[in-house]
């Protein structure tokens, strides 16, 4: 190549934006053999330009029309884009990223849709890789040196402030900045309100972020956590200390490092059976996974607490990875659907979140062949046509153990997998129908075990049904009506420093201020906001055991 062309492809590789324009014929052949020089799965559009200088080496590169990747770009691993998409000057790109129209990443900016463990049984170079991806909206604009970690979806027509760090997902429209990247304002606003513009939703956010970290030094006894003054430590108190600060603050508790909470939290699993007990209690288990007990939840709350954290459980969970579809399915069919709904679908939600645990591990444990296979086909054969529900009702209860059964059921399984659930313009009838019960949603009746039950199958299925927010989806009026009312009574109950109480009745902590409460509180008023299309007004979204998008697509490892 002489003078004159590596004159040319600097001044392309450097504005690529030109050569659409002013390239020649033989710049425009010399591109081409460019694009075919690239390995992997590759798909490039039209008029796209990929800088001689840049180090593309992806397992699959899909580039949409009209997008370019410049100079000394690094691009690895799974990356798609739409049209019009810009990687500027040394971006770096690695791991499963998809972006999507009129995307613009500034230069320096580094997207890593991958990560690995940091178990101290091994070097971290050892350590295992895992992905769960990154995926960037429409019309987005990412500014220079920032990074956006595994796991963040960012919204259509948000806008990254230069040299942010961004660890959570960030709601459309959002003009987002700093380390960790929190939201600014809305896009929408014309001056710098924040999003919502200060409703009441933003100012209910703002002063759950503000009090954060005085509620949680609250439920520190200088050793552990405990959901209640006063109360023992517990397992899930420390998890759900984890999960609201990270919901709240983007960070881990402060009352330890970042590091001591993964070190603490991954002590807690027993290696034999990869089960985690209460403190100081013997460990419930039999030969394929516990019927009952705290460990079935800990599967749940640990497994997320230390996913937030950026770890993961040190060993596979056993009786979820060496069942057989047989025992499975017997184990199903023994559960007690007539009279004890909620624990039959608790089971299946910590059984199912352990497979999903093993898979993610990538090696050791796993699942047995057929056996995830096996759940889903049983319970897809076994859903009511009429109710779409597993359980029946009863005189005593109502629909109380059959819908809050629903919930734990389809989290863990069709939720959790990304799989559609059966019958959903049925369960919409019927959860519909249980919220006016006035045993449970009579006024000041309302705990939030009762009112998530009733909130999640709803965002769910109008998900699914396509109604989202907009629209006249099915019975979406009674929807919005529903959640309006609730999130009305709901907002009022956060008590200055101390947070949100559980509520009544005979399930859970009860009324008085706790974790527990305020963890389960703080996504019920994310999923009845965005049942109205408001949540982006709270600036927060969960990424736990109450995130609203799928942990795990089928098919996946």
């Known amino acids: ?114 990560n690995h463990s940091m178990a101290p049984d091994r070097p971290v170079f050892r350590q ?86 005085e509620l949680l030094a609250r439920h520190w006894n200088g050793e552990r956590y405990v959901d209640r003054v006063g109360a023992a430590p517990t397992v899930r108190a420390h998890c759900d200390a984890v999960e609201i600060a990270d919901l709240l603050l983007g960070s881990a508790p402060a009352q330890v490092p970042a590091q001591e909470h993964v070190v603490r939290l991954r002590a807690l699993q027993d290696p034999d059976t990869g089960l985690v007990p209460e403190f100081d209690e013997a460990l419930p288990y039999d030969d394929h996974f516990p019927g009952e007990g705290a460990s079935l939840y800990h599967v749940l709350c640990v ?89 029946e009702p009863s005189a005593e209860a109502g629909r109380l153990q059959v819908v809050n059964g629903y919930y734990r059921l389809t989290r863990g399984s069709f939720a959790q997998f990304g799989l559609p659930v059966p019958h959903p313009e049925r369960v919409v009838d019927t959860v519909l129908d249980h919220a006016r019960d006035s045993r449970y949603f009579g006024a000041g009746r309302e705990n939030a075990c009762n009112v998530l ?35 009305a009574s709901a907002l009022p109950r956060w008590r200055d420093g101390l947070g949100f109480g559980f509520g009544p009745g005979t399930a859970g902590p009860g009324p008085e201020t706790g974790l527990q409460g305020t963890e389960m509180w703080l996504a019920i008023v994310w999923l009845l906001a965005d049942l109205l299309g408001r949540s982006d007004e709270l600036g927060y979204r969960p990424r736990g055991i109450h995130r609203p998008e799928a942990a795990r697509r089928t098919g996946s490892r």
């Open 303 to 391: 497994g997320y607490a230390l996913d937030l954290l950026g770890s993961s459980l040190p060993h596979p969970v056993r009786g979820a990875g060496e069942m057989t579809a047989r025992q499975l399915v017997a184990r199903l069919e023994a559960l007690p659907w007539r009279d004890g709904a909620w624990g039959a679908g608790a089971w299946i939600d910590s059984w199912a979140t352990a497979v999903h645990w093993n898979l993610a591990r990538g090696e050791g444990g796993g699942v047995e062949p057929g056996a995830r296979e096996a759940l889903f086909g049983w319970l897809l054969t076994r859903a009511d046509s009429w109710t779409g529900m597993w359980g």
């Open 1 to 114: 190549m002489d003078q004159r062309q590596r004159t040319s492809v600097r001044h392309f590789d450097h504005r690529p934006w030109l050569f659409a324009e002013e390239a020649s014929e033989e710049q425009r052949h010399a591109q081409g053999e460019r694009q075919r020089e690239i390995g992997g799965e590759t798909e490039i559009g039209e008029r796209c330009y990929v800088a001689e200088s840049a180090a593309v080496f992806p397992d699959r590169l899909r580039l949409g029309d009209d997008s370019y990747i410049a100079a000394h770009a690094y691009v690895t691993g799974d990356v798609a884009t739409g049209t019009d998409c810009t990687l500027n000057p040394f971006t770096t790109v690695r791991g499963a990223v998809t972006l999507g129209s009129g995307v613009r990443i500034g230069a320096h900016t580094s997207l890593l849709g991958f």
């Open 128 to 213: 295992p890789h895992t992905s769960r991806g990154i995926e960037v909206g429409d019309d987005v604009w990412i500014g220079s040196h920032v990074v956006v970690v595994d796991g963040v979806t960012i919204g259509d027509h948000c806008v990254i402030g230069a040299g942010a760090v961004v660890t959570k997902d960030v709601p459309a429209w959002t003009v987002a900045a700093g380390n960790p990247a929190r939201p600014i304002r809305d896009r929408r606003d014309g001056g710098g309100k924040a999003p919502g513009g200060g409703t009441e939703l933003s100012r209910f956010a703002d002063t759950a972020r503000a009090q954060a970290p």
């Open 453 to 487: 039950d009733v909130a999640h199958p709803l965002w769910l299925c109008t998900r699914q049904l396509g109604a989202g927010t907009g629209g006249d989806g099915y019975r979406t009026a009674e929807i919005r009506a529903w959640a309006e009312r609730q999130l």
